[in-house]
């Protein structure tokens, strides 16, 4: 029988900035689902990275289901209440609308959903991130699916050798494409290297595959807050499901992939690019210039709509020396303080408050003598090519 986790979440205020939840709002979603999940859900789990509360949920009612949402989205409901009482700073800040009207895609929360057929045993990570954007989780997807020098399983494992497909969303546009893996891999790269653009949404199994033909087997939630308000209310930080073993990346190799820090765009306003510190869930308070960006891995089996776990996977000694050289990293970047390529490029500033304070400027501008014929002058040097 089918089976669907849907991991939903939301940042719906924090203490004292955007540091960390308060216990008793994420104590308060937890109640609420708790409480009304009752034929709805067959299991649940509730936790936080940073300042964003993470609901992760088994049931068979499939993806885009409006129940299942709207379980969501009231409970996200109650927690803001609560916020809102204690005066959390951005109390119900990703709660975008006031009524809810079947999806909660669109709406603020961040949405990775899959419908599985579960194996004998299922395994799989739920990945969280603060501090950043969908496109951070581009590089340790294609690590985990596509990169043999992370993934030994693409050469070891016949089940594995055929590789996998990537479904790739440009956010910008509003359009998707699916490419392969090993043989299309630098298409694949040509495009997700640009991660504020083109997200990594699904992977799945090719037919080929021996024990799991055709699944979905990693989700990323893809949801641009940013475009959806139209101006900066905090990044969007993302989540993602990834199966795991038996055909697909072992738990090993799948964290593997943040073994090495890599720079991802969010940290302090959304605006500065910053390394990625894998932590145990007790390791995420955003403190250091609302940071570092952070990621935190918690591993489920699923049997029979159950869940068992989770395992706090990053809580571990053999990540210490990520840690340490995501903080060597940071002291390096902050010396850098508002310049480029510490903070983001011009184009990525555009939803953040600093248009607001080169418009002010705008008037006070006289043109450069010449410049126009500099310009000219550039392009007929072109022309001649
Ligand atoms: P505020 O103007 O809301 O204080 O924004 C600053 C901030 O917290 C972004 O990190
Ligand atoms: P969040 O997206 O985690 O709310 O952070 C916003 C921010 O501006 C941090 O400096
Ligand atoms: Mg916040
Ligand atoms: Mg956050």
Not at 59 to 86: C, Q, S
């Amino acid at each position: 029988m089918k089976t669907t986790i849907s991991h939903i979440k939301a940042d719906i205020g924090s203490l004292p900035g955007h540091t960390t939840v308060y216990a008793p709002v994420e104590d308060e979603v937890r109640k609420y689902v708790k409480n009304n999940s009752a034929g709805l859900v067959t299991d649940f789990y509730v936790t936080h990275i940073g300042d964003d509360i993470q609901i992760t949920m088994a049931h068979e009612k499939g993806i885009d289901n409006p129940e299942i949402h709207g379980l969501a989205w009231e409970a996200f409901k109650a927690g803001t209440a609560l916020a809102k009482k204690v005066g959390l700073y951005g109390a119900g800040q990703d709660l975008l609308k006031d009524a809810f009207s079947g999806n909660i895609k669109g709406m603020g929360p961040g949405v990775a959903e899959m419908e599985i057929t579960p194996r004998k045993s299922e395994p799989f990570i739920i990945y969280m991130m603060d501090k950043t954007e969908p496109g951070a989780f581009n590089f340790p997807i294609f690590k985990m699916f596509a990169d043999p020098f992370n993934t030994p399983g693409l050469v070891i494992d016949p089940n594995m050798h055929e590789g996998f497909r990537f479904e790739i969303w440009d956010v910008v546009d509003g359009k998707k494409i699916e490419l392969s893996s090993p043989d299309q891999m630098y298409d694949i790269l040509a495009m997700i290297g640009s991660k504020s653009r083109y997200v990594v949404k699904r992977v799945y199994t090719k037919e080929t595959h021996e024990k799991l033909p055709d699944e979905n087997v990693a989700v990323v939630t893809t949801d641009k807050l940013s475009l959806i308000a139209g101006e900066y209310v905090g990044k969007d930080d993302p989540a993602a499901i990834v199966r795991i073993q038996s055909g697909l990346p072992a738990s090993g190799e799948s964290l593997e992939a943040f073994s090495h820090p890599f720079l991802v765009s969010g940290w302090m306003r959304g605006s500065f690019n910053g390394p990625l510190m894998p932590v145990g869930i007790n390791g995420s308070k955003m403190t250091r210039f609302d940071g570092p960006p952070r990621v935190a891995a918690l591993g489920f089996v699923l049997k029979d709509g159950k869940l068992a776990g989770p395992v706090d996977l990053f809580d571990d000694v053999a990540f210490d020396g990520a840690r340490k050289t995501a903080l060597e990293m940071t002291d390096h970047l902050r010396r850098m303080g508002p310049f480029e390529p510490h903070r983001l490029p011009e184009s990525d500033m555009e939803y953040t408050t600093l248009p607001k304070v080169l418009n002010s400027l705008a008037d006070k501008f006289s043109p450069i003598e010449n410049h126009e014929k500099k310009h000219k002058l550039k392009e007929s040097v072109r022309d001649m090519d």
